[in-house]
C-alpha cells in the first residue's frame, strides 16, 4: 500500500508562496490519483485541488483557483501544490491523499490512504 509523508509547510506572509511536497513509496503510486485537502481548526475537511494519474487532468475548489497548482512527477513519486497569493484564510494543515479508481476528484471519502498533514499558516 502506499504511504504518503508532506512537507514544506510554515509561516508565511499573506501575499508570499509556499510549495508543499507529498512523498510517496509503494509500488503502485502511479496507479493513483492524487488530491491534496486541508482543514482548518473547527472546520471540516476541505478539497484543494486534484490530480489523475498521469497529471493531464487536474481540478481545483473555487477558492483557490488561478492561485494554487498542483502537479505531479511520478518518477519522483511525488505530488506538489504550488501556493501563491496567499491569504489568512488559506491556514489550516495541508493533507496529501491518494484515490484508487478516481481522478482526482472533490469527494474525500473516495481516497484509501492518507499522509500525516502539513502545518501552513499565513499572516496578516
Known amino acids: 500500500q502506499v504511504q504518503l509523508v508532506e512537507s514544506g509547510g510554515g509561516l508565511v506572509q499573506a501575499g508570499g508562496s509556499l510549495r508543499l511536497s507529498c512523498a510517496a513509496s509503494g509500488r503502485t503510486y502511479s496507479n493513483y490519483a492524487m488530491g491534496w485537502f486541508r482543514q482548518a481548526q473547527g472546520k471540516e475537511r476541505e478539497f484543494v485541488a486534484g490530480?489523475?494519474?498521469?497529471?493531464?487532468?487536474?481540478n481545483y475548489a473555487n477558492s483557490v483557483k488561478g492561485r494554487f497548482t498542483i502537479s505531479r512527477d511520478n518518477a519522483k513519486n511525488t505530488v506538489y501544490l504550488q501556493m501563491n497569493s496567499l491569504k489568512p484564510e488559506d491556514t489550516a494543515v495541508y493533507y496529501c491523499a491518494a484515490d484508487i479508481g478516481g481522478s482526482g476528484g472533490s469527494n474525500r471519502y473516495a481516497y484509501e490512504r492518507w499522509g500525516q498533514g502539513t502545518q501552513v499558516t499565513v499572516s496578516s
Open positions: 490530480i489523475n494519474r498521469s497529471g493531464g487532468s487536474t
